[in-house]
């Protein structure tokens, strides 16, 4: 089955670390997108990719790195200067970045301790 | 600047009840609008979406939603509701046919009593 497919599910970091989190899609998109979720605050977009080496800054992209070599992998470094990090992240793709509807993952929550 | 308000953080509902869950959208421009549900520690899935022509949306599990331009609406209705509704819901709306441009609503918890 196609999907999107993010790990971990759950990690925990101290403060000070870098964690990257993986997001991996088999439905030949060439879009992908990372969001960040907050209770009450709906999602907010940390960086988009339209295709493989290129990837933009979306509203929230300080603090975040990105990285797109493969057409299926997207991956997300949150790194010791995000200010806040524990959130609910979530990866998406879509067909073209034209296309406005999104395929989630089932997202990865961080904690920092 | 496109923005999304979701009235109602938390609406709660009978079993076989009318679900009506409301967002307004503000656009300068004829508006993509979507509905989005989530389940529990669950990604987005995609319910219903406007583009262009009928006003009046269907989309998956029995939902349905009207566009109306003349209220900045685009509010999710169920005719009967089931347990197995009970999620949070977004509403979506972007002024340009592209997801990277997408603005979501702060969502809005839809529990049903038995």
């Given at each position: ?22 997001c991996?899609q088999?439905?030949?998109h060439d879009a992908m997108y990372w969001y960040r ?6 999602l907010r977009l940390i960086y988009y990719s339209q295709i493989v080496?290129d990837f933009q800054k979306g509203d929230i992209a300080?603090?975040y790195s990105v990285s797109r ?5 997207f991956?997300l ?13 979530l990866c998406a793709s879509s067909?073209t970045v034209r296309t406005g509807?999104l395929f989630f ?9 | ?93 972007s002024?340009e046919?592209g997801a990277q441009k997408l ?12």
């Amino acid at each position: 089955d196609g999907g999107i497919t993010q790990s971990p599910k759950y990690l925990f970091r101290k403060e000070g670390q870098n964690v990257t989190l993986s997001c991996e899609q088999n439905l030949n998109h060439d879009a992908m997108y990372w969001y960040r979720q907050d209770p009450g605050q709906g999602l907010r977009l940390i960086y988009y990719s339209q295709i493989v080496n290129d990837f933009q800054k979306g509203d929230i992209a300080e603090g975040y790195s990105v990285s797109r070599e493969k057409k299926e992998s997207f991956p997300l470094t949150v790194t010791s200067a995000q200010k806040n990090p524990t959130a609910f992240y979530l990866c998406a793709s879509s067909r073209t970045v034209r296309t406005g509807e999104l395929f989630f993952g089932e997202g990865s929550r961080l904690t920092v301790l | 600047a496109q923005s999304v308000t979701q009235l109602g953080s938390h609406v709660s509902v009978s079993e076989g009840a009318l679900v009506l869950l409301r967002c307004n959208y503000s656009s300068s421009v004829p508006p993509y609008l979507f509905w989005y549900v989530q389940y529990p520690n669950q990604g987005l899935q995609l319910l219903l979406k406007y583009t262009t022509g009928a006003t009046l949306v269907k989309g998956i599990n029995g939902f349905e939603a009207e566009f109306k331009k003349s209220e900045t609406s685009f509010h999710l209705t169920k005719p009967s509701a089931h347990m197995s509704d009970a999620a949070e819901y977004f509403c979506a709306v972007s002024e340009e046919q592209g997801a990277q441009k997408l603005v979501f609503g702060q969502g809005t918890r839809l529990t049903i009593n038995p």
